[in-house]
């Protein structure tokens, strides 16, 4: 392969501080040094609350080898470059709890410096302007002494593109779950390519003309969309010609998870049994699973089980003869009928009654249907995929569903996971639905401020995505026009946006827990207020105290909880005894 030209990184490029024209130096790297622990009694290397290990850079470069020659460089690539977006993403969580009282600057630095201290570069950062409150952000940085490229070179000789895959996705997951925006982070220059070091640029996916170049490598399949809404360059050649459109966003390993198993499925016959939450996204996948098999061109019909009357869920599934019972003036075919050649999607299966139960297991089965009142059996050619948030095989036990119609749907089950376990993929979605519904509603706006990202990102959906959509279509709506999406124009309707993430089981904010865990607030203060035991002075005190609780004792995140900056909250609390929920720590 050929060398790239070797370049020198332009150092005349002023280093800023997020709206200054100041140089700025990265803070010292001993706090974080501070964190990692070795236990080797118990054989555990920690990073604060990660768990880390120790792995020899040839292993990985092994392993890197052994990808590239199984699957090619393409998939090696997203599967490496996916690695580290999760590596990332994790280290991004970090941050503030890390540096909670620092500048936002400060806060970003740890990023960069974790990966030199976790032992794959040393980061110089030539260029920054960087504003968490409007996402903002463009930087170019110089990576020394990668032990990604290293390895590469060492293995597969020089290299005409750039190689430093997991570090890149790193960059990616880092940024993106810092600022609370889908970023992008390509590797320009690099090592394996004949230049001196290797040099990236970090830009928001939207102001990048080519994104999807580097940007496919976060997605598990080619049919997955970015949140702009383009689909993968190569989609058009691994899809048949005429499929039906593809909604499906997100980068999560569970999300990648479920769309390598429906990309394996789909070219057989078997039947698929989609298992998950409501508004888990059972119905999009369903069509995909259609969209991207050799069924594309022949009908896809959906039916919501739960919504058809169980006197007509019968008809509706196998059809009517004139006359079958009464009112029944004409012939009509059923959903199976319908969906000959193609795909049947039945939806809420769990609601069918145990006699139609009964007609779908022989339909299953054997191919053929039979139309209420009538006495031909019809041959029908139809893949079936079911979907349920119930636990089929407790309703087998209770006697309320077939153990034999179980097992023929159970062939392949994939479970679809919750938002709550898919915080990766938060932020593609609001960024997809943002982009849909602006669009639809014919509205502009900016973005989201970071106290709405916050708490989207906090809070558990009970709803999943579809929750999500709504919120995000009505935050397009009632947001100004050219103005910003805040809290208040999302969560409307009671949420509790301030869940403990620990107990996100709780799936209503009007559930008794969720009662019991947020009290009647203007009732206590009336009932104190009354009896003379409350002073301006003792509630402002209160007030911090309830923030910096719900802030886990990080002042920034309790000033922005109380809708103040940071600076008036710590000059409250130098006068006040304010019962700090961590005290003691960092």
């Not at 299966?349 to 053929?368: F, H, N, P, Y």
């Not at 990766?424 to 970071?450: P, Q, S, W």
């Amino acid at each position: 392969m050929d060398n790239g030209p070797k370049s020198t990184p332009d150092k005349s490029i002023r280093l800023l501080r997020p709206n200054t024209h100041e140089r700025h130096r990265l803070p010292d790297i001993d706090d974080l040094a501070a964190r990692l622990s070795f236990a080797p009694s118990k054989g555990e290397i920690r990073f604060d609350e990660q768990r880390m290990v120790l792995l020899h850079n040839t292993s990985l470069g092994a392993i890197r080898r052994e990808l590239i020659d199984t699957v090619g460089i393409e998939k090696a690539r997203g599967l490496i470059t996916r690695m580290g977006y999760q590596s990332g993403t994790r280290d991004a969580e970090m941050v503030r709890r890390i540096r909670p009282d620092s500048n936002d600057f400060d806060a970003f630095a740890v990023g960069p410096q974790m990966h030199a201290l976790e032992g794959f570069v040393t980061v110089e950062t030539v260029a920054l302007d960087v504003n968490v409150e409007t996402g903002h952000f463009h930087g170019e940085f110089i990576w020394h002494n990668s032990a990604e490229a290293e390895q590469h070179i060492a293995i597969h000789g020089p290299s005409n593109a750039p190689v430093c895959w997991l570090q890149q996705g790193y960059a990616n997951g880092y940024l993106s779950s810092f600022l609370g925006r889908q970023m992008l982070v390509r590797e320009v220059e690099c090592k394996a390519m004949g230049f001196p070091t290797c040099k990236i640029v970090g830009k928001a996916l939207d102001q990048w003309d080519d994104a999807d170049t580097d940007f496919r490598y976060l997605q598990a399949q080619d049919f997955v969309q970015s949140p702009s809404g383009s689909k993968n360059p190569r989609r058009e050649e691994s899809l048949p010609e005429g499929v039906g459109q593809i909604d499906l966003v997100g980068v999560s390993s569970g999300f990648n998870t479920v769309c390598h198993m429906i990309q394996r499925v789909a070219p057989t016959r078997a039947t698929v049994l989609f298992l998950g939450e409501s508004g888990v996204g059972k119905e999009q996948f369903a069509r995909t699973l259609h969209n991207i098999s050799e069924r594309a061109k022949q009908p896809f019909v959906a039916i919501n089980c739960a919504a058809i009357p169980e006197q007509l869920i019968e008809s509706e599934l196998f059809g009517v003869e004139k006359g079958g019972f009464s009112g029944a003036s004409q012939s009509r075919p059923g959903r199976f009928e319908r969906a000959d050649g193609g795909t049947l999607f039945l939806d809420e299966i769990g609601t069918l009654s145990l006699v139609a139960q009964g007609k779908l297991l022989r339909a299953l089965q054997e191919g053929e249907i039979e139309r209420i009142g009538d006495t031909r059996v019809r041959k029908v050619d139809v893949r079936v995929i079911a979907a349920t948030n119930e636990d089929l095989r407790g309703l087998v036990e209770a006697g309320k569903f077939r153990d034999d119609l179980f097992y023929r749907l159970n062939v392949f089950p994939v479970h679809i996971p919750p938002l709550r376990e898919r915080k990766e993929d938060i932020l593609l979605l609001v960024e997809h639905f943002l982009n849909r519904y602006c669009a639809m509603h014919k509205r502009k706006v900016t973005g989201f401020t970071e106290a709405a990202l916050e708490a989207l990102l906090f809070y558990s959906w009970p709803g999943n995505i579809r929750e999500l959509e709504n919120l995000i279509e009505r935050g397009v709506i009632l947001a100004p026009e050219d103005g910003g999406i805040d809290i208040s124009h999302l969560f409307t309707s009671g949420e509790n946006i301030r869940r403990d993430p620990a107990r996100s089981e709780v799936q209503s904010a009007g559930g008794d827990e969720a009662t019991a865990a947020t009290p009647d607030l203007p009732a206590l203060l009336r009932e104190a207020l009354a009896s003379g035991q409350a002073s301006l002075d003792s509630l402002e005190e209160e007030a911090l105290n309830q923030a910096l609780f719900l802030a886990q004792g990080n002042v920034s995140g309790a000033a922005k909880i109380l809708g103040t900056t940071r600076a008036r909250v710590a000059y409250r609390l130098s006068g006040k005894k304010v019962a700090h929920p961590a005290e003691g720590k960092e």
